[in-house]
Structure formats: structure tokens, C-alpha cells
């Protein structure tokens, strides 16, 4: 790897988080030696790179830093691409469009040899088959998770009995054929999975709940990870 192109991948793996890395970690990434992360280290800040941190304790980027736009590889190139070419088989048509708009866009910006990486794929999503039917706005749900916003639902269970539910939405799912929408459901006074095709009737309402969505997303990533130990230790 050539010495400009690890410094750029330095910069990347402390992107990725805001927690402290240490030069072990990024030396084993890069497959160099710690003395070599110290020295690139020590040329990045020496260059204005905003780099917090000490050798024995990690290193953090501080935020605000960024370089210039679409300094890709030729790997990152196929990542985009393949998640693009997922999201236009699989997301909702306003996600759909994006990710259209998202590989003209990159196409239209690298550099011409990595054209064909875009244009002429290795990579490819199979078509979505069977896909569950549904008649809800995707992207005004995704607006009312952002904004933090109840919504009403009336809602299908598997055995086709309704119920009305006012819900904090913080998280759409994907599985292969179907859509969850995941929320804080004010019925059960708990975490719901709610299939977006069994959604009957859809009220956006005015009123925020009192959590961050980020908030209710976190507690619920350590709900899961509790109940998949519990069910590991009953296996």
C-alpha cells in the first residue's frame, strides 16, 4: 500500500467511530507495524489533521474533519453500488429513486477508470420476489421517525383480528419479502414488530414522544441482545 493512500485509510478507520483506537488496532487493519502508524500519525497532525490522542491510549478524529467528496476505492465503489442496487429492488419508491439518483451521481464523479466498476457491475442483487403488498406513505414514516412524531394505526394480526394502536415509531426493518416497522407501542407498554402490510389505517399525529429516536433505538438493540443471550442460554 502506497504511503498516501494508508494515511487516507488512517483517516477512514478513525472516521468510524468516536471511541479512542489504539495503533495496535489500526496497525493490525493496515497490516503494518505500530512504529509506521506512529510516524503516519504523527505526519497527519503535523498536516492540520485534527487527531486527538496519545501512543498506549487511541487516537479520535475529531468531528468536523472531512476530506474531499468521493475519494473512493474501487472496493468502497462496489459497497455503494451493491447497497444501491438492494435498496432499488427492496426500499419504498421515494428510497427506490434515491438510490438511482445516488449511482448517476457517483458515475458521473470518479474518476474514469473506476467507471465500469459502476456501469458494468461485478456484484448484483437478485430481484425481490413475492414481495408482501402495501398502501402506507414509507417515506412520511420515515419523516415521523426523524421528527420523533406518534403515529395511529389500526393493525392485522396473523389471524386478521384489528386492533388500534398509537405508536413511537424509531426503525423500519427489512426482511426479504416484508417491511417491519419497529416502535414503542402504547397499548402493550412495550417494543412492537409491526409488518407494514398488515398496517389497516395509518393517522400521522402532531404529538412527540418523550424519547429520542435514537433514544428508543438503543434501548431496544439492548433488548434484543438480552433476549438472544436468554434464548441461547435455554437452548
Known sequence: MRRADRLFQII??????????????IA???????????????????????????????????????????????????AAVLGAQWVIARGDPALAHAARDLIAKIAATVPGQLRPVILEPAVVVPPAWDRAAESIDMAAIRASIHAGRKL??????????????????????YRETTRMLVAWCELRGDFR???TDRVSTLEFLD??????????????????????????RTA
Do not use: C, H, N
Not at 477512514?12 to 488496532?25: E, G, S, V
Not at 497527519?44 to 486527538?52: A, D, E, N, S
Not at 405508536?167 to 426493518?173: I, K, M, R, T
Not at 429516536?213 to 438503543?218: E, F, N
Open 28 to 78: 493490525t487493519e493496515l497490516e503494518v507495524t505500530k512504529r509506521t502508524v506512529y510516524r503516519d500519525i504523527a505526519t497527519l497532525m503535523g498536516q492540520r489533521v485534527p487527531i486527538r490522542g496519545e501512543a498506549g491510549l487511541g487516537y479520535v478524529l475529531d468531528g468536523g474533519f472531512d476530506m474531499p467528496p468521493l475519494m473512493l476505492t474501487s472496493d468502497e465503489i462496489e
Open 12 to 25: 477512514q478507520i478513525l472516521r468510524r467511530t468516536t471511541k479512542p483506537i489504539t495503533a495496535d488496532t
Open 207 to 232: 404529538e412527540r414522544y418523550p424519547a429520542r429516536p435514537a433514544q428508543l433505538r438503543a434501548r431496544w438493540y439492548a433488548f434484543m441482545q438480552a433476549r438472544r443471550q436468554e434464548l441461547d
Open 193 to 195: 414488530m409491526f409488518r
Open 152 to 173: 395511529g394505526i389500526g393493525y392485522r394480526d396473523r389471524e386478521d383480528r384489528e386492533s388500534r394502536r398509537t405508536v413511537w415509531p424509531f426503525l423500519v426493518g
